[in-house]
């Protein structure tokens, strides 16, 4: 435990990020295995879900969770399978 109070700052604040970035991480994940679910399953309201999981991809890159090559790479390949 440190004895510093700016280092003791440092822990209090790097474990709210570290929640907050979690939660973000498990709702795109989330998002993206719905919208694969809807894909697979033709399901009416995949255009939507689909729309979800570009918006949390997005979401997620603009906080630097995930590279942006990255998010352009999930977004591409949920959209080739959404049209195909």
């Known amino acids: ?7 003791k700052k440092r822990v209090k604040v790097n474990a ?3 929640a907050n ?5 498990s709702a795109l994940k ?5 919208a694969n679910a809807a894909i697979e399953a033709n ?7 689909v729309k979800a999981a570009v918006k ?4 997620a890159a603009a906080k630097n969770l995930i590279h942006k090559n990255c ?3 999930k977004k591409s390949n949920l959209a080739k399978k959404a049209n195909a």
């Open 21 to 25: 970035n979690k939660a973000t991480n």
């Open 1 to 7: 435990m440190p004895n510093i109070k700016s280092a």
């Open 43 to 49: 399901a009416e309201d995949k255009d939507v879900l």
């Open 56 to 59: 949390k991809i997005d979401q």
């Open 71 to 73: 998010a352009a790479r």
């Open 30 to 34: 989330t998002a993206i295995k719905k």
């Open 16 to 18: 709210t990020k570290a």
